[in-house]
């Protein structure tokens, strides 16, 4: 028997409902995993609330770690008690247990707990594609990072700041200062208070950030704009602030020829070899503490309503672990 989130439509939190259900033996191709900490991520709300259609009734959640149960018929590389964790792009880790292909899983190394594997490897991915594949960040280079105490937030700073960048982070509140500091934050910005923009040409000298690493949207989008220096690039990789619509590519071309991307994992993570090489990488980066999984509070998995409340609301710091 397990239990599990379901949606039958999209919403705010409310939508939310549990069933129980009687797990089948896995078919062919998959395992059954047992959920031992579960990872929220800020696209678990965009899948909630229709940002992100989604057929429905649906499961929610993509990031899971836990332990192998029972496999299916031809699979190889994994037996019964194996510790494994999963990103996705697979729904339905809001769960006690759930069958899944093994093709999703990922070996969890035994020097890797597993809440790091829960709250950090979709995040840790997240980073460094965007860092390393995607910008190509190089030393020495001023970057800007919005929501720089959030779960990717703090990885971000963290990576940055081990390829030898200058970052400059945004933060709501003098308590999430502190945690981009200690990250390694050369420069913290209160967006609420102060103009961003204007700071960040007064730390470059008038030069702009190379990259803005924006995960908020169409509420700090003409921020960026006015931070990025000439042939900058703006990562535009999240929609907590509404998503960005209506770009006029003229303004591109007026704020000095600006890039602008708009990046998702899975197009990073697709090939199979890729994503067990970029994960590996990952542990890699959290085994020699270049980065952190940051958790900053754990909820009861059925409370998960309220925790996506709170992660909208701003009042969650770095990563969040649900527990089953």
Not at 138 to 155: N, T
Not at 169 to 191: C, E, Q
Not at 248 to 260: D, R, T
Request: include cysteine; glycine fraction near 12%; aromatic fraction near 8%.
């Amino acid at each position: 028997m397990a239990r599990a989130a379901r949606i039958s439509e999209q919403g705010g939190p409310e939508v939310i409902r549990w069933i129980d259900q009687d797990l089948p033996p896995p078919p062919p191709g998959q395992v059954r995993m047992r959920n031992t900490a579960i990872g929220l991520n800020y696209i678990d709300t965009y899948h909630r609330d229709g940002t992100y259609p989604i057929p429905l009734p649906n499961g929610l959640g993509i990031e899971a770690a836990g332990v192998v149960e029972a496999v299916g018929d031809g699979v190889n590389d994994f037996v019964p008690g194996d510790r494994v964790c999963t990103f996705g792009p697979i729904l339905g880790a809001y769960a006690t247990a759930r069958n899944l292909p093994a093709a999703a899983l990922f070996p969890i190394p035994e020097d890797i707990s597993d809440d790091v594997a829960a709250a950090g490897l979709l995040k840790g991915c997240t980073t460094e594609f965007l860092v390393e594949r995607c910008a190509r960040v190089q030393a020495q280079w001023p970057v800007l990072v919005h929501a720089a105490a959030g779960g990717v937030g703090l990885l971000l700073v963290q990576w940055l700041k081990h390829v030898g960048a200058t970052v400059i982070g945004t933060v709501s509140t003098p308590d999430k200062a502190v945690l981009a500091k200690d990250a390694g934050a050369d420069h913290v910005l209160f967006y609420k208070s102060e103009d961003v923009a204007a700071r960040v040409r007064d730390i470059t000298a008038g030069a702009g950030v190379r990259v803005s690493f924006d995960g908020i949207g169409m509420s700090t989008w003409e921020t960026s704009l006015a931070a990025t220096g000439r042939r900058g690039m703006i990562v535009s990789y999240g929609n907590a602030g509404g998503p960005v619509s209506g770009v006029n590519l003229g303004v591109l071309a007026q704020k000095g020829s600006l890039f602008v991307t708009r990046p998702t994992l899975f197009d990073y993570y697709a090939d199979p070899a890729e994503r067990q090489a970029g994960a590996d990488y990952v542990f890699d980066m959290f085994r020699q503490g270049v980065i952190s999984a940051n958790i900053g509070q754990t909820y009861a998995l059925e409370d998960v309503a309220q925790a996506h409340r709170d992660l909208e609301a701003g009042k969650t710091v770095g990563a969040t672990i649900l527990r089953p």
